[in-house]
């Protein structure tokens, strides 16, 4: 579910790709389709069709705190362009602006909920310090964050430009 939650706000996951082992320590997933609407909202571009061939997660269960979590991403594939802004319906782009101050607020009143949390966690941390060390597990959490590896490999990008000279398509 974890993995489903994070990838799935840029990934398309359904169960035919989805071949888990996690407790294996493996975790693969073939012939992905990126969401291209996430892209249009963050990066202000037009992601025609976005793929990867392949993803794969090692999570070492039995050495987490000598061995890092390696995240191996390959074969990533975009094909991207510029936004098409004529031909923007106004109601939409009002709609799609609203939404997404909504989202930043929503965001927002996380992000300080947690920075509030953090605070209080920091307080107690300080509080910990004075009697003795960090707990076991802050220092496990704090060892395996600070480890995990990504690699990226074979990615491919094309711009396509087919609105600033009209009839003629700019690669």
Do not use: C
Request: net charge negative; glycine share 4%; hydrophobic share 45%.
């Amino acid at each position: 579910n974890y993995l489903v939650n994070v990838l799935g706000e840029f990934i398309d996951l359904n169960e035919e790709n989805l071949n888990l082992g996690v407790w294996s320590g493996q975790i693969l997933l073939h012939d992905l389709n990126l969401k291209t609407d996430k892209f249009l909202r963050e990066f202000e571009f037009n992601v025609v069709h976005g793929e990867i061939k392949r993803l794969e997660v090692t999570i070492p269960w039995a050495s987490l705190m000598s061995i890092p979590i390696r995240v191996h991403i390959s074969g990533i594939s975009l094909q991207v362009g510029p936004t098409d802004i004529i031909n923007v319906d106004k109601t939409k782009a009002l709609k799609k602006a609203l939404q997404e101050k909504m989202e930043n607020l929503l965001t927002i009143e996380k992000y300080a909920t947690l920075a509030s949390s953090f605070s209080a966690s920091f307080d107690a941390a300080d509080e910990a310090a004075e009697v003795g060390a960090e707990t076991y597990l802050q220092q496990w959490t704090a060892k395996i964050i600070d480890s995990i590896e990504i690699n990226l490999s074979n990615i491919h990008i094309r711009y396509e430009d087919d609105l600033t000279i009209p009839g003629k398509v700019f690669a």
